[in-house]
């Protein structure tokens, strides 16, 4: 059974770091593209991160671009979503998503499994 772990969210002040982490099994991780999507409270699902299988494309959102990073490492099933300079509007449930597809995708229907959700808190 397929299953996505994330790790590494919490509560933090504007302007700090975290880093979220997502540990893949019983999936053939280096085929899949990964992503991130997040959703805060009375809000839709929406596109963050996401990398191509061999992590030489990444593609952001506009609002993360230049703050975010996305990385894989494909040799210990990871990929990870490095958050900078964080503000109050990146609070959310953070969940991570496999892609089967070799397009990196930013819509949540184009990916096939999805981790139980992280949650990031950003308040003074």
């Known amino acids: 059974q397929v299953q996505l772990v994330e790790s590494g969210g919490g509560s933090v002040q504007p302007g700090d770091s975290l880093r979220l982490s997502c540990t893949a099994s019983?999936?053939?991780?280096?085929?899949?593209?990964m992503g991130w999507f997040r959703q805060a409270p009375g809000k839709e699902r929406e596109f963050v991160a996401a990398i191509n299988w061999r992590g030489d494309v990444t593609r952001y959102d506009d609002s993360v671009k230049g703050r975010f990073t996305i990385a894989r490492v494909n040799a210990k099933n990871t990929v990870s979503l490095q958050m900078n300079s964080l503000k109050p509007e990146d609070t959310a449930v953070y969940y991570c998503a496999a892609d089967k597809d070799l397009s990196v995708g930013v819509r949540s229907d184009e990916y096939d499994y999805w981790g139980q959700g992280s949650q990031v808190t950003v308040s003074s």
């Open positions: 019983a999936l053939p991780f280096s085929r899949y593209s």
